[in-house]
């Protein structure tokens, strides 16, 4: 997902506006692979300029009409998103100043889940991650696998990837879905959808409400010091982790391993 203040060359800015507090604003144009509803892409795109400090609080938004030229679009479908936010306490509306940032973001909440990362930075505030996909693929399920994510019949799509974080990489993940529940996910890891989360609910309505783990801190592995850029043996966080679906059902087996040289695990997904 292309960040608000866009640089990347996937993103290309649209246009450079001013906010009501003469903050300068870069908006980027909405790309069209994204599955997601045009006006859910905004909402993400505003949220996170929130969420990572970009838009601070008490900062008064442009108009609509200016947010939506930014954007390039329609500017009922940023009426929509804003009104969205405006609910979720992210925005609050006041006569005759406008639409303002709260600074209130519930980080708790499983909406800011699929955009964000349990690794924070020393001093609390999020981390924008991205991810890389090292491999997918089939395989036939272990007999505790098919029994853990009660496979009727097939295999499971096997993910790897690495999640970087302020320029390092973290945390490597190895997850593991059913394949019956997920039977048209992109097999090559460039075409995975980087919101894993997110893709199962837009695009199987699984959405993930309950999180199990079991945390544990063991000496890095071979693969562990390759993969996350380690000097040597050094102590790892392991999490193994079961994610469920809205009606109860496990839908990921997990495993992370993750660094905290210059991070702090927290997790506030409930």
């Known amino acids: 997902m292309p960040p608000v203040n866009a640089k990347k060359a996937t993103a290309p800015a649209a246009g450079l506006i001013s906010g009501g507090s003469d903050v300068a604003l870069t908006l980027p144009n909405l790309v069209s692979f994204d599955s997601a509803p045009l006006y859910e892409r905004v909402k993400r795109h505003m949220s996170e300029a929130i969420l990572v400090g970009e838009w601070q609080p008490g900062m008064v938004l442009p108009s609509e009409t200016s947010l939506a030229q930014g954007f390039g679009i329609a500017v009922g479908t940023v009426r929509r998103a804003m009104s969205d936010l405006v609910a979720e306490g992210l925005l609050s509306r006041r ?57 009727r019949e097939g295999g499971v799509v096997a993910i790897h990837r690495i999640r970087h974080a302020d320029g390092r990489p973290v945390m490597h993940d190895k997850l593991l879905l059913a394949e019956e529940r997920v039977p048209d996910l992109p097999r090559e890891p460039a075409e995975l959808p980087p919101l894993l989360y997110l893709h199962l609910l837009e695009r199987y309505g699984i959405r993930i409400s309950a999180v199990r783990e079991q ?21 790892v966080l392991a999490i193994d982790e079961v994610a469920y679906d809205q009606a109860g059902v496990p839908t990921i087996l997990g495993s992370h391993r993750a660094s905290t040289r210059a991070h702090a695990y927290i997790n506030e997904v409930r």
């Open 95 to 151: 006569r005759k100043t406008g639409t303002v940032v709260t600074g209130r973001a519930p980080h708790h909440s499983l909406r800011f889940f699929f955009q964000y990362f349990r690794l924070h930075r020393a001093d609390g505030s999020l981390v924008r991650s991205t991810s890389q996909f090292l491999t997918v693929e089939t395989q036939a399920p272990t007999p505790e696998q098919a029994q853990r994510l009660q496979i």
């Open 215 to 235: 945390i544990t801190a063991e000496l890095a592995t071979d693969e562990d010091i390759a993969l996350l850029a380690l000097a040597g043996r050094d102590a």
